[in-house]
């Protein structure tokens, strides 16, 4: 069966655009969860979706938002782009929440801020 | 509070030698305790997984795990290093039955393989 699937796998975009990353779960997944890995901070948690309705929000700015739509797929979206933005970004589903052991990633998204 | 440390941000064996990537937890209630392989530019993969059954974990790609709840570890081990076993590894720890919000995980540990 398909992954997950992250589109575009990158992008680059200029200080203050705005940008929109999209995350496919695998079929039957409903929940879905961001991170941005960065090498000076690792793996960090965005945001915790489960059937349209955000579970959860890491200690990032409101510069950072994510939406889940009705079939699962999940969007997330930084305003004013900050240098600081650059990283890769994934996304990864399970079939319900609380189901840590079966999350499956995607392949991330990488951003580059210029 | 959970935490986890990955001892060595580098380790470098040989091919055929044994792989050993440690992995230290810290954690007030049953934990569950995940290696994940991170190949360049790709996403997480699962390897392993400790969700409070066996202590001794078997993963893929022919590489196992062990919970010792004394030592509050869960190190990574592979009999013999293959090239395509050069990668990133990251520990990660979580509470049963807790969200993604939840899951910390280490800082990685870059493998390298030498011919």
């Known amino acids: 069966k398909a992954g997950v699937t992250q589109t575009p796998r990158y992008l680059i975009k200029t200080r203050g655009q705005q940008v929109t990353l999209s995350c496919s779960p695998i079929?039957?997944?409903?929940?879905v969860s961001w991170y941005q890995q960065t090498p000076g901070q690792g793996l960090q948690f965005l945001f915790e979706?489960?059937?349209?309705?955000?579970?959860n929000k890491g200690n990032f700015p409101g510069r950072f938002s994510g939406r889940q739509f009705s079939n699962s797929r999940s969007e997330m979206n930084v305003s004013t782009l900050e240098l600081g933005d650059s990283a890769l970004y994934l996304c990864?589903?399970?079939?319900?929440?609380?189901?840590?052991?079966?999350?499956?990633f995607g392949s991330g998204t990488r951003l580059t801020v210029v | 509070a959970q935490s986890v440390t990955q001892l060595g941000s580098h380790v470098s064996v040989s091919e055929g030698a044994l792989v050993l990537l440690r992995c230290n937890y810290s954690?007030?209630?049953?934990?569950?305790l995940f290696w994940y392989v991170q190949y360049p530019n790709q996403g997480l993969q699962l390897l392993l997984k400790?969700?409070?059954?066996?202590?001794l974990v078997k993963g893929i790609n022919g590489f196992e795990a062990e919970f010792k709840k004394s030592e509050t570890s869960f190190h990574l081990t592979k009999p013999s290093a293959h090239m395509s076993d050069a990668a990133e590894y990251f520990c990660?720890?979580?509470?049963?039955?807790?969200?993604?919000?939840?899951?910390?995980f280490g800082s990685g540990t870059r493998l390298s393989i030498r011919p």
């Open positions: 990864a589903s399970s079939r319900i929440d609380f189901d840590i052991p079966y999350y499956t």
């Open positions: 079929s039957g997944h409903r929940s």
């Open positions: 979706y489960f059937s349209e309705t955000q579970r």
């Open positions: 954690s007030s209630v049953p934990p569950y």
């Open positions: 400790y969700t409070s059954a066996a202590t």
């Open positions: 990660a720890v979580s509470e049963a039955g807790s969200s993604a919000s939840k899951i910390i």
